[in-house]
């Protein structure tokens, strides 16, 4: 296997692709490895909850 390898999840099938895969507008990556791309979801989800809880970003602040 090549270390030049690249993966993606596809959003359509929720499947690890390789590059001849679903169009880029569908997927996620690319990815290292099948494996961290298998937890791309996983690792969106816990990127959006560190954001949501980031005390440096106040989406409810007014302009004044």
Known sequence: MST???YWFCL??????G????PNKDRLGPYPTEAEAARALEKAA???EAWDDDPAWNDDAEDK
């Open 4 to 6: 030049d390898a690249e």
């Open 12 to 17: 359509k099938h929720h499947t690890v692709e």
């Open 19 to 22: 590059v001849e895969g679903c």
């Open 46 to 48: 816990e990127r959006t």
